[in-house]
């Protein structure tokens, strides 16, 4: 009986908590209203798909992460966060101990980097990358001096690298130029935009872009069109993460926005969808990366997922899964963490503060929402 009405108070007054913040934001409390069914509506639209197997293009799409990943022979991490395979690199070539070989330039990272560049901008997509350097650095002695930064398109280098006259000499020129703007120019969306146009997608069904927002956002845009059944050609919705199954062809988001770094997923959904719903062209949840999830294992209640610009490199993530194979936000992984680690620090670093703990697990990331093959 005492068990009974202490449940009862405590209800009572959380009923009371609530409606004191309710009554004190009343913005809030429209938002809740509004968010409420929205969010109902779609999670019967995500499950109903859910419930289907991959779809043809799902599959492509799939095949066409695994193909990338394969050519490029990038790193692999574990279920547990852990890189246990090291693999090429955006910058790197495929090692080659005689030195003087000659090679394919499909096993040079940079040229591979350079082929999703081309899906977004055509067949010269150097003025978009970016080249960073800073003022005098090459020549300062003292690394707390300051040094401004300076930046520069690789077309401009190019256009000096063609001014020399030897053949040699100016395709090394090239080639450190173009090696330095991939290295300098994040390129994870334009690998998924490489994938998806690869998987015969057209130019209308799926926003292409060197930034995740702008497909993540469109997926938003996507879930409310369906409401009125204005989603048109557009091939993925957006999904809450935790309650929905995933399938190979979706795409699987995380946020690094440093104001929302202890915000939930379903807060950040919430945020885009009130922008969105705003009518403005605010875009708060810039920060993004997507990877393509490319194949469930659900008797090991695992998946794959294939990302590119991790590690600077394409990479293959083991994530874990629930019994019910829906994703847990939290991938944290038995990799020890700092706790395990003793190494000494070095005496010119300042003491860690109390209570700091590391993730060590490289899938341990903000993940906040599942990007659904509609």
Known sequence: ???????????????????????????????DRSAAPFW???????????????????????????????????????????????GLTEAEHEEDDGGDRPGNVGHLGWWQVMKYWRVL????????????????????????????????SAARLLRAADAESDPAEREMLREAALRAAVIDTPWS??????????????????????????????AFVASAAEMTNEAGGRIYRACPLTT??????????????????????????????????????????????????????APARKMYVIGGNVAQAVTAKKLNLRNDLKFPAAQKGNCGGAGSWTLPQSSAQPPRAQGLTEKCSLNDKKWFVLLQLR
């Open 1 to 31: 009986m005492r068990a009974q009405v202490r449940a009862l108070v405590r209800t009572l007054v959380c009923a009371i908590v609530a409606a004191a913040i309710l009554a004190a934001h009343p913005a809030l409390a429209q938002a």
């Open 40 to 86: 109902k509506t779609v999670q019967a639209n995500c499950d109903a798909t859910a419930a289907k197997p991959a779809s043809e293009l799902g599959r492509r799409i799939a095949q066409t992460a695994i193909g990338e990943f394969t050519s490029f022979g990038g790193h692999q991490i574990d279920s547990n966060g852990r890189l246990f395979r090291f």
């Open 121 to 152: 901008f055509g067949g010269d997509p150097t003025d978009k990358l970016e080249v960073r350097g800073y003022r005098d650095a090459s020549t300062l002695t003292q690394e707390t001096q300051a040094a401004e930064i300076l930046r520069s």
């Open 189 to 218: 969306a334009a690998f998924i935009s490489y994938v998806i146009r690869q998987s015969g997608v057209a130019v209308d069904a799926f926003q292409f872009s060197n930034a995740h927002r702008a497909y993540i956002y469109d």
């Open 244 to 297: 929905t199954r995933p399938r190979a062809g979706d795409l699987i988001c995380q946020q690094r926005e440093p104001t929302l770094a202890d915000a939930s997923d379903e807060v950040v959904r919430e945020r885009i969808r009130a922008e969105l719903a705003g009518g403005t062209d605010t875009r708060s949840v810039r920060r993004t990366h997507c990877d393509v999830i490319a194949y469930i294992d």
